[in-house]
């Protein structure tokens, strides 16, 4: 890492305040990357940035390429002229602690229509360029999203056989049916682009810098697999999957975790040098600075359930690319900035793979208690190529994880910090995680706020109540940055 030492704060976009019901990339982008900067941080963590699916989640979705339209902010267009004060007069109010997606959607996408018309008026060149240079997947997409629609948001595998299996004339009459839905999605996605590509200028322009998500796995329902079927452990028929992804019984869900997206089919990926994942990370490096690889102990070996399994007990592990996957990857693309998420049942065979091309994996201090001195989550036994975090967008906020504890768990915490205010348990643990010889600290925006549970992003295993909290503009005040600065400056994580 070419940065001794450094931290910053994991945030979604969705976070972000707004008036249209979910966060975006307008004015609270911008205010939250200032916040970062004053308050002494270098990195700005989001979850992965893509269109969501089922549940809302970011690692459920319609495309591992395309950004979430959900995202655009209307008020960056009103200032382009493609909305005018009318169009965001009668804004309906919505709850300011969550993201209110559905209704939110409904009204985005009413905006964005709008937009698009107005759009049409002006010249195209550079949407004409943006369209020309992304064709690799945004065709595809673009395709995807408009046959989903006309087919009342059925899965593709439910679609008529013709556009199911993608046979030429299916996909020559779809396009020419559907040719405006089409052009409107391609729009949708150069506005992302464009929006996105102020925020990424705007954060370096203040020294931010940007680590990204990329989902080990893809969903079904996908323009990825539709497009790639042979990429991906199907039934050479209907098109469901006859292997699915999860991890067997862990910390979270005593019945393992089943979540459902099709095996990679590695034997074909192989054959193709592994040209599906070079675009993929080719394509997030346009957004971000570094790339976090979640559940990066697939690559070493992966669970695998029967596609009509009802729990991830019964699956088995299966060996994946390993090493020879990276470096075909970094002989076609260099050297990649990767962070691993080498969370969960990890074998010495990860952590040879991991230190093979110098990854630095993830500490969570949330799970550093209560097993004796040889944890390896408890600070003293870090490396320092690591990345330390109060907890993940998978935890309880710090506050409510501690309030949940034993007795004898707070107990365990509070030998190993010494003395601790328990009203402020998350800025014990933001200490620890600066004091650390990790490289880089990250703490979730709940944790640097003293949130409870409530504000809690998700849980594992949960499909309903996720992915939905926001913090209000107020929240980042001076004194709340100024008190961040002078922790980060205290444990030598300012940089120079």
């Known amino acids: 890492m070419p ?6 704060i994991l945030l979604h ?9 979910i966060g975006d990339l307008g004015p609270g982008a911008y205010h939250f990357i200032d916040f970062l900067a004053d308050s002494g941080q270098k990195f700005w963590q989001v979850l992965p940035l893509v269109p969501t699916g089922y549940g809302n989640s970011p690692y459920m979705s319609y495309s591992a390429l395309a950004g979430n339209p959900l995202l655009i902010s209307p008020e960056e267009l009103r200032q382009k002229g493609l909305l005018v004060h009318e169009d965001l007069a009668n804004v309906p109010e919505f709850p300011p602690d969550k993201a209110d997606f559905e209704p939110a959607a409904v009204l985005k996408l009413d905006l964005l229509q709008k937009a698009w018309e107005r759009f049409q008026t002006q010249p195209q060149e550079e949407f004409i360029e943006f369209c020309q240079q992304k064709a690799g997947w945004l065709d595809d997409f673009a395709l995807f999203m408009a046959v989903k629609q006309a087919n009342n948001n059925q899965s593709w595998n439910q679609w008529e056989p013709g556009i199911a299996k993608r046979e030429p004339e299916a996909i020559k009459t779809w396009q020419n049916s559907l040719a405006a839905e089409i052009s409107f999605q391609k729009y949708l996605q150069f506005e992302f682009f464009r929006q996105w590509s102020y925020i990424k200028n705007y954060a370096h322009s203040r020294g931010i810098e940007i680590i990204g998500d990329i989902p080990i796995y893809v969903a079904h329902d996908s323009a990825d697999v539709w497009a790639n079927p042979h990429l991906f452990c199907l039934h050479p028929e209907t098109g469901a999957a006859t292997l699915v992804a999860g991890v067997p019984p862990d910390y979270f869900s005593a019945t393992g975790q089943l979540w459902g997206n099709p095996i990679y089919n590695w034997y074909a990926m192989r054959r193709e040098n592994y040209a599906w994942w070079v675009k993929r990370f080719a394509a997030l490096l346009e957004l971000v600075d570094w790339i976090r690889i979640d559940h990066f102990r697939a690559f070493e070996s992966y669970w695998a359930v029967k596609g009509d399994e009802k729990t991830a007990i019964n699956g088995r592990w299966i060996k994946g690319p390993r090493s020879a996957f990276f470096k075909s990857i970094e002989q076609q693309l260099g050297r990649l900035p990767i962070v691993a998420e080498d969370l969960g049942d990890i074998t010495p065979a990860v952590i040879d793979l991991l230190n093979e091309f110098g990854f630095a994996g993830m500490k969570i201090l949330q799970f ?3 097993s004796g001195s040889g944890n390896p989550y408890l600070p003293h036994g870090f490396v320092r190529n690591c990345i330390v975090y109060t907890g993940t967008h998978d935890n309880d906020t710090t506050a409510g994880w501690f309030a949940q504890l034993s007795e004898s768990q707070q107990e365990s915490v509070r030998d190993y910090l010494g003395r601790i205010d328990e009203e402020d348990i998350a800025w014990d643990l933001i200490r620890a995680a600066l004091s650390s010889v990790a490289d880089w600290a990250i703490f979730p925006l709940q944790d ?8 809690r992003m998700n849980t594992p295993g949960t499909s309903e109540g996720n992915w939905s909290w926001r913090y209000q503009s ?7 940055g100024d008190r961040l600065r002078k922790l980060t400056e205290t444990y030598g994580r300012i940089p120079s």
């Open 474 to 480: 107020e929240s980042l005040t001076r004194e709340l």
């Open 448 to 455: 640097v706020l003293g949130l409870g549970t409530a504000a």
């Open 3 to 8: 940065f001794p030492r450094a931290s910053g």
């Open 368 to 370: 550093a208690f209560g």
């Open 13 to 21: 976009p969705t976070s972000f305040p707004s008036s249209f019901g």
